[in-house]
Structures are given as structure tokens and as C-alpha cells.
């Protein structure tokens, strides 16, 4: 039988707080150990990945999330807000990483007067962020987390690769002719950027955005992992503070 997926976000967090506490209880030294390693921290830890299109950000999302134990945040993120304020997913995802115009705003809510202007649903948004990182333990795949969250609970991470991968890569997966796949790869790469700039008024590919550039040209799925794993510790682990 298939699990259940929750589309709550007070469901999605009461279910992770489940599978802490049972962890904790059947916890080895060694996973007591790791879970004391962040004890210092008042919220998260978390891990942000802000994606190229393509460049396989969100499964090294749900890869790493695997590797720890923790919860991945994607499109979760969306139905959460779509479920908190009573709207169709298909709505909220018009304005998910998207830059919206006050025209589009003006006539969407002439036709659906329940849908999100973007001033709510960036409100609705931060809560839902704030929420998911207060709670820790997560992995949230874009909605630009990294420009809102205090960097200090957490690790700020940029997935990118070489244009032609990335396109191989939408190619291969949407059964899309390389023309196409390319024009797809540019336009959710400009329409995220267009997104980040209009609600954070910060350049995406700005790096100080970010803890780490993780190049996915470079280097295998599960090296990244560990990269990230690594820097995880590395910047939070209550043993090097």
C-alpha cells in the first residue's frame, strides 16, 4: 500500500517530529552522537539548494536529505501554502519562482478571485519557510530559502553544470528534441532569476548568496553528498565551535 503523502505543513512537520522522536529512541551511540552534534543550535539545521535548471539539484535534494535522515522540502513547499490558504495548486504554481507582473495579478483575480496576489503569496511563503526551518532537519529545494534564512543555522548551497549537460539531461527526461529542452533550460533559468530579483532584489547567481557552489558537471551524485555532508558539518557541527 502506498504511504500517504501529507500535504499539510503542520501535518508534514508533525509527521517528521514522529520520526525524530522514534529515532531517538533506537538511537546507537553513534546516532546519539550525530544527533548531539547540532544540539547547540536553538533552530535547524537546515541545508538550502538554489538550482540551475537541469543541473540536477533537486535529486541531489531528495539524495542528500536520504543520506541524513532528513525531510526534503520541494513541492511541498507549494501545496502547503495552496492548502493554507485555501487555493488550487495549479494557481499558486503561476506565481512559484516566477517573476509576476501587476497586470497578470489584476486579470488572474478577476477570473479567480481566490488566487494569491504575489504580495500574499510572498508572505505566505516566508511563514512557511520560517516554519520549515525553525523545525530543522530539512533540505529545501528552491523557492530562494537561502536569501531569507539566517545562514548560521544552516548551509547555503548553488547547483549548477555546464549548459549543454543541463539540456541532455531536460532532453533525456521530458523525451524533448535538444531544441526544445534548451529553450525550456532558458526560460526556467530567466524566469527564476526574474523571481529572485523581484521578491529578494538579489542577483541569483550573486555567490554570496551561497556557503557553497556545487558544480554537477564535476563530480557524481553521491560525491556531492558527501561534499555536502562535509560542509554541513564542517560549518555547524557543534564540535568545531
Same mark, same amino acid.
Do not use: C
Given at each position: 500500500m502506498a504511504a500517504v503523502r501529507p500535504t499539510n505543513l503542520d501535518d508534514l512537520i508533525d509527521r517528521q517530529v514522529r520520526l525524530w522522536e522514534a529515532r531517538d529512541r533506537l538511537a546507537s551511540e553513534g546516532g546519539e552522537a550525530a544527533r548531539r552534534e547540532f544540539a547547540?543550535? *536553538?533552530?535547524?539545521?537546515?541545508?538550502?539548494?538554489?538550482?540551475?535548471?537541469? $543541473?540536477?539539484?533537486? &535529486? /541531489?535534494? =531528495?539524495?542528500?536529505?536520504?543520506?541524513?535522515?532528513?525531510?526534503?522540502? *520541494? #513541492?511541498?513547499?507549494?501545496? $502547503?501554502?495552496?492548502?493554507?490558504? %485555501? /487555493? =488550487?495548486? #495549479?494557481l499558486v504554481s503561476r506565481l512559484d519562482e516566477r517573476a509576476v507582473s501587476g497586470l497578470t495579478d489584476?486579470?488572474? %483575480?478577476?477570473?479567480?478571485?481566490?488566487f494569491l496576489s504575489r504580495g500574499a503569496f510572498v508572505r505566505e511563503l516566508i511563514d512557511v519557510l520560517m516554519a520549515i526551518a525553525r523545525q530543522g532537519n530539512?533540505? /529545501?529545494?528552491? #523557492?530562494?530559502?537561502?536569501? @531569507?534564512?539566517?545562514?548560521?543555522?544552516g548551509l547555503r548551497v548553488r547547483v549548477v553544470g555546464p549548459v549543454e549537460a543541463r539540456v541532455a %539531461?531536460?532532453?533525456?527526461?521530458?523525451? /524533448? &528534441?535538444?531544441?526544445? &529542452? =534548451?529553450? +525550456?533550460?532558458?526560460?526556467?533559468? +530567466? !524566469?527564476? +532569476?526574474?523571481?529572485? #530579483? !523581484?521578491?529578494?532584489? =538579489? *542577483?541569483?547567481?550573486?555567490?554570496?548568496?551561497? *556557503? @557553497?557552489?556545487?558544480?554537477?558537471?564535476? @563530480?557524481?551524485?553521491? &560525491?556531492?553528498?558527501e561534499v555536502l555532508r562535509s560542509a554541513l558539518h564542517a560549518k555547524l557541527g557543534g564540535a568545531t565551535r
Open positions: 547547540h543550535l *536553538d533552530q535547524g539545521p537546515w541545508i538550502t539548494i538554489s538550482k540551475q535548471a537541469g $543541473s540536477g539539484g533537486e &535529486a /541531489l535534494g =531528495r539524495a542528500v536529505a536520504e543520506a541524513l535522515g532528513w525531510h526534503v522540502f *520541494d #513541492r511541498e513547499i507549494l501545496l $502547503s501554502i495552496a492548502s493554507n490558504a %485555501h /487555493l =488550487r495548486e #495549479r489584476y486579470v488572474t %483575480h478577476l477570473f479567480a478571485p481566490e530539512a533540505v /529545501l529545494v528552491g #523557492r530562494g530559502a537561502n536569501w @531569507m534564512l539566517n545562514p548560521k543555522y %539531461h531536460v532532453a533525456e527526461r521530458h523525451g /524533448l &528534441a535538444l531544441a526544445e &529542452a =534548451r529553450e +525550456r533550460v532558458e526560460t526556467i533559468d +530567466r !524566469q527564476t +532569476r526574474a523571481f529572485v #530579483r !523581484q521578491v529578494f532584489d =538579489r *542577483d541569483i547567481d550573486d555567490p554570496l548568496g551561497y *556557503d @557553497m557552489i556545487l558544480n554537477t558537471g564535476a @563530480m557524481s551524485e553521491q &560525491a556531492a553528498v
